[in-house]
Each structure stands twice: as structure tokens, then as C-alpha cells.
């Protein structure tokens, strides 16, 4: 378990239980004797849902985001 696969997995899930999965994961963390990972992963933060809902569609999008913003192009 690394910082990026549990911040993959929480900020796909819906923010209700973000903060419950995160405090569950950096007791596993610190169980493990990774205190550091613990300490970043208590550190993360539930995101607004505008935030959680962008991150979303930006996971589950096949084009880059930045192509779905260029109101410019066809």
C-alpha cells in the first residue's frame, strides 16, 4: 500500500466515507510500521463535492481534460 493507491481509492469513492476509509487506512499504515505513510495519508483531505465529482469523470473520461475545457475547437 503506497500514498498514490490510497489516494486513488479515496478520492474515487463518494466523500461520505472518505474520512472514515482514510482513518482506516493510516491505522493499517501505522499497524504496519509505516508511520510516515500514516502521517501522509491523516493528511489527505475530503474533497468538495464539485472536486470529488471532477476527479471522477476526469478518471473515468478516455480524453485528456484539458481537451473536454477547449471550447475554442470543434
Do not use: H
Not at 503506497?2 to 466515507?17: S, T
Amino acid at each position: 500500500m503506497g500514498l498514490d493507491a490510497v489516494a486513488d481509492e479515496l478520492y474515487r469513492m463518494p466523500p461520505g466515507g472518505f474520512t472514515t476509509t482514510r482513518d482506516e487506512r493510516a491505522k493499517v499504515a501505522s499497524a504496519s510500521g509505516d508511520r510516515e505513510l500514516a502521517e501522509q495519508i491523516r493528511r489527505l483531505r475530503r474533497p468538495a463535492l464539485a472536486a470529488w465529482a471532477s476527479n471522477l469523470w476526469c478518471a473515468s473520461s478516455q480524453t485528456k481534460p484539458s481537451d473536454s475545457f477547449a471550447l475554442d475547437r470543434p
